[in-house]
């Protein structure tokens, strides 16, 4: 590999964790001038009586008596607890314009939203405007509407089950079911293809499953930078010997060897825990065909669980025949691995008899993926893997709510028995049509059909793919309105009119007329539990995200409407109440078991072999297409995969540094095969261009100026940071069946700058 010196990018030899990790906390709380408030806010994240972490959505451990480290949870809660304001005298000081030149790092950093803004087009600047104004606005652009469908409710799953819950009553009172959330561009292939599979869009395992796997399988995700409290589950997994195996494109070094900041041995004596006990540098979208692989030779050893299959599964006849006739040379093709390889892992695999399989962005990021994660299910299905202890699969979950937010509704394509539910509670008739996801907004919004557009939390237009297209779509809607902590870039791409409303986070206290309230989330296992807040608020301006939707929900139903909007933001245990009238068997004792520590977990069927699928069992299902062609035959196209590094959250940019990967103060590299380098003529360390291999009529979709880094990935694909490289994603190109784009499959050309 080239040893030329680049600025910015070193060797890191450090394992993850360790002191790296505790030096990056005590920056973090320093950078954001949080250092008391924020490290005491620090040793309440998690606990029975604190607030749930914003930072992921992994489970607590059962004991949460002991303080659980974790660096990029102390970097979520320091930015939320940050000191720095962002006033409306900072804000309005620029003209919108101005503020678009800033950095989404910077732009962010500005602090903490402390009152409700408004647009002024004549200036083009955001000035203050008093709450009741704002909330009148947005109930007359309701009310104007010529049809309910031109409103869209968009969701980042930060916000509580209760303030999700009313959102959703707020926006099929409308009448619409346009609820595009994050989790459209996230893991919405596992919400559409484990119900069909298994009868449960979530995780079967619960967190002691791990304490009886005998064996990992973890695909597509990078715990230590975005699921670090997993660490310390898999750092148990590993020191009992049980062995995990890892299939990433990237060598992650957490994945590696991991030291625990919790362990006085490790970090006296500079050691750490090796994490794989084998590494396979999969291709970027290689992922059906290595499974593929390894169930093919599992079938072929006969290494079934046949009586599980024949009790609990449909399809293995069809699947079986498919795996039979893949050929050995297509599969090593498009997985990029060996035939030995796979049968090695598979081998690791069928000598295993309880097995986790996790998964993450790897493998919902692609053109196949809701089929992608299906085989992963298959892989499961075949030896018996799911709903025994021990075994099952376990999706990580990307907002710390985002999984209850779905749960109590934020969907787009509802079900039957929660739309009866909500007609039986409220009187009233849901909508029954689908509703739009993130893409099918974007392309409202280009149709010049959105007149008012609605963001709960999030960065919908940075988040989003192609930027050119996407944020010319927002300028088209009518009124935007944006409940937000801190500023973003979507809020600077208004409609004819926009609104920003501040609101707590958190690590706030939510002071309202019945008292101090407690919200609840849903982590990725299914544990539902309160958070409370227990900092005193950034501004005395903010309203809580319940307080808000209710307040327009007030504004648009009149005082007259029997959703008595003004009690439920008083005291949150009637929005609990309400919630489990419309979800009785789910949500039973709703008020009383969150009461107990630890909370309480929802009903999964599927961790008992019940199968709410429509042949009443487990579904084999065979991948429909052969791998299609990403490169189109062209050798010259590399396929792009887009990441996030250590110093971030989502479109929030903490800092510069990917610690684990090398590279500091910087984020406009590439990774790139060093002989794929040099098939281009060019070193690594040179300045380089991506341009989107086929324009498909998208545009010159185009990043320019970064620079190639030399890296051990497999030939063919490369890898940058996201959001910087989301213009070379075309809105088109998305999972067919879940519409969640393919920001990890992009087809690219690179070219010296
Ligand atoms: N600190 C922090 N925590 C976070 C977030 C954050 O941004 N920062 N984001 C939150 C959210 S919303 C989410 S969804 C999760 C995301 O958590 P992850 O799923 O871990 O997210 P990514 O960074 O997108 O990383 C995906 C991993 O997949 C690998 N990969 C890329 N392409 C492929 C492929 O084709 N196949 C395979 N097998 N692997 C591939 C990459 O090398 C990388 O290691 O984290 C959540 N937690
Ligand atoms: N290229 C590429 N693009 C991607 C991805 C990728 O891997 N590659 N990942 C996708 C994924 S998995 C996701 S989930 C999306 C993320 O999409 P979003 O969820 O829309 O984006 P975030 O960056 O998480 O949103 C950050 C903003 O949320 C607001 N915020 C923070 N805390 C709170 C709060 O408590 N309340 C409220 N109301 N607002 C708050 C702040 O204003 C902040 O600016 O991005 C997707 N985009
Ligand atoms: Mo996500």
Known sequence: MSERKIPGVHRYDQPAGGWGALKAVGEALAGQHTVLEGGRTLMRANKPEGFD?????????????????CENGAKAVAWEATSKRATPELISAHTLAELRTWSDHVIEDAGRLTHPLAYDAASDRYLPIAWDAAFE???AALKALDHPDQAEFYASGRASNEAAFLYQLLGRRVGTNNFPDCS??????????????????????SLEDFDHADLILSFGHNPGTNHPRMMATLRDVARRGAPILVFNPLKERALERFASPQSPVQMATLSSTPIASAYYQVAVGGDVALVQGMMKAIVAWDALDHAFIAEHTTGFDALKAQLDGLDWASIEARSGLTRAGIEGAARTYAGANAVILCYGMGLTQHLNATFAVQQLVNLLLLRGNIGRPGAGICPLRGHSNVQGNRTVGIWEKPGAA??????????????????????????????????????LGGNFAVAAPDPARTHAAMRKVGLTVHVATKLNRTHLLPGAESLVLPCLGRTEIDEQAGGRQAVTVEDSMSMVHASKGLNPPASPDLKSEVAIVCEIGKALFGATDPVDWDALSADYDRIRDLIEAVL?????????????????RLPLPTAERVWNTASGKAGLLP????????RRGDPDVLILTTLRSHDQYNTTVYGLDDRYRGVFG??????????????????????????????????????????????????????????????LVALADHDRRSGTPAYKSVPVRLAPS
């Not at 929660?418 to 509703?435: E, I, K, V």
């Not at 009785?584 to 309480?600: E, K, L, Q």
């Not at 991948?623 to 990403?630: I, V």
């Not at 990043?703 to 989301?726: H, K, L, S, W």
């Open 53 to 69: 972490c914003p930072g992921c959505a992994w489970p607590d451990p059962k004991h949460t008596s002991s303080f659980e480290f």
């Open 137 to 139: 606005r947005i109930a």
């Open 184 to 205: 459209n561009m996230c893991h919405e292939p596992t919400s559409v293809g484990l119900p069909e599979q298994i009868g449960l869009g979530k995780g079967s395992v």
């Open 418 to 455: 929660f739309l009866d539910g909500m007609d039986r509670t409220f009187g009233f008739a849901s909508p029954r049509a689908h509703g739009h996801t993130v893409v099918e907004t974007i392309a409202a919004m280009e149709r010049g059909e959105v007149r008012v557009f609605m963001g």
């Open 584 to 600: 009785p068997d789910t949500f039973a004792g709703y008020n009383d078991r969150i009461r107990v520590p630890g909370g309480f």
């Open 623 to 630: 991948h429909p297409e052969d791998g299609h062609d990403l």
């Open 666 to 727: 910087r984020r406009d590299v590439v990774f790139v095969h060093p002989d794929d380098l040099a098939a281009r003529g060019v070193a690594s360390g040179d300045r380089i261009d991506l341009v989107a291999a086929f324009d498909d009529g998208d545009g010159a979709r185009a990043v320019r100026g970064f620079t190639a880094v030399a890296r051990d990935i497999p030939r063919g694909c490369v890898a940058a940071y996201y959001p910087e490289t989301n213009g």
